[in-house]
């Protein structure tokens, strides 16, 4: 069951750069720093209300972000939906015709099991689903 957006993913060039930007946005600090290796990506997360917002910057050429930053400008990159059962949330939404980029969730950042569904079946918009571990 889907409950809430959890955060927006947005991919930067620099997050040390970005970090500076957001503070002062924010007028709050990042919360949290974190790299996923298995993503290739260094996370910076800054907490809103009951929503958060993620600073994406790549770590390899061959992670996504890294892809995405070269065909597109920085900028939101995902939006992420917190739900409960994620693996049934996977089977209803098949069922209703939506594509997974895979259809296994794995760990990803903030202690979390995350899996994406791909842009193509989604309005051209790439969302995760995500749960706490």
Known sequence: MI????????????????????????????????VVDSEGVRT??????????E????????????KYLEKRKEGIH??????????AEIERLKKEGFEFISDVPKAGADGKKIVFIHPRSANGMLVELCEDI
């Open 3 to 34: 409950e809430k957006i959890e955060h927006l993913g947005i991919a930067v060039k620099d997050v040390e750069q970005s970090k500076q930007v957001f503070d002062k946005l924010l007028n709050s600090s990042a919360y949290k720093e974190e």
């Open 44 to 53: 910076v997360f800054y907490q809103l209300g009951e929503s958060k917002v």
């Open 55 to 66: 600073l994406l910057e790549a770590t390899t050429e061959q992670s996504a972000i890294a």
């Open 78 to 87: 995902h939006i992420a939906l917190s739900v409960k059962g994620i693996e």
